[in-house]
């Protein structure tokens, strides 16, 4: 549906966007992530009509939009630059669109009510925005966006201002409701949507493909799993919040891949396509790969013995480092039940990494 084609920018002399290419099919909710200063929040732009592009184009079904003006371009927007109106009532903020789209009476009203149903306010109507809370006033914005049947809708950090417990509650909510929301003529299919963030938890959460940038390109691409599985760069693999990332060389090579790592001979579910037996390979044992074994076990697979560094208890689940080879770290997170079964930091433990949570990458 959306077609972003070779996109490059550049503020002055500092480039920003290098040569960024991206379908977004109709339906599909896409999210942009990476680190601040990537770049997200320009390339958003751009496809709003806010920015222009340096090189390239941005195509909404085939129909190129240079020269289309922000507001004829038919999208929804969630950004800091468009926000509520405060010393008005909900009824009004949300109906605003639909008012400049010149709707009956009866038909806004209609729709407001349908939207405020949505987004779970309803019979709110009547509330002053900065009577709201913060949540409250997110959903507002939702409803705003949403109302006047956008083509597509654009959100950039809609969440970023509101607390932890807010944020977990609404990022479940938020998939539901442009799910829910029936694009334009297809009642099937949920709105087509673009949406900024630098939180990988909420990206994992509420997109169906994942789009990873680092410094202004695009380092991989993928649904939400996929990328989690099978991380294409060391980038990719850190910024997900996988630390352990061991240079090793591959011993066998698909289907039973076997890589030999500093931290002994390890087996792996899944390996880079191609690879062959004698390859480099970084390998990544993801920080829920660990499970606790007893220090006498012997004689099954990747098992992985080191020295209890730090422990650090977070209700559902405990952090714990382990040092081998004297200076090099893992890190892992075991379910909270096991903290209690720990022995204290400076002792020797043991744990077994699980075949599944471990990746491979080619080096
Ligand atoms: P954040 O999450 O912090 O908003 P981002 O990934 O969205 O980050 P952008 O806001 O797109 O990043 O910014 C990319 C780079 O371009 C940054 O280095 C930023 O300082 C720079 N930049 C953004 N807008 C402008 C502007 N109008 N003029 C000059 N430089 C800009």
Known sequence: MLTIRNVSKAFGDTPVLHDISLEV?????????????????T???????LEQAGAGQVLLEERDLAGVPVHRRGFGFMFQDFALFPHRNVYDNVAFGLRMAGQSREA?????????????????????VHELSGGQQ?????ARSLAPHPALLLLDEPLGSLDRTLREELMGELRRILRQTPAGSDEAAGITSIYVTHDQQEALAIADRVVIMNAGRVEQIGAPLALYRQPATPFVARFLGMENLLPGQLVDAAPDWLVATPLGLLRSTAGPAGAAAGDSVLAVARPDAARLVDLA???EENLVAGQLQEVSFRGSQVKITLSYADSQRLVFDLPGHAAGELPAPGQWLQIQLDPAGISLLAR
């Open 25 to 41: 099919a109709a339906g599909e909710i896409v999210c942009l992530l990476g680190p601040s200063g990537c770049g997200k929040t």
């Open 43 to 49: 390339l958003l732009r751009i496809v709003a009509g």
């Open 108 to 128: 806004l009203a209609g729709r407001v009510r349908e939207m405020l149903a949505l987004v779970g306010l309803a019979g709110l109507e009547a509330r002053q």
């Open 138 to 142: 997110q959903r507002v914005a939702l």
């Open 297 to 299: 076990a012997r004689d």
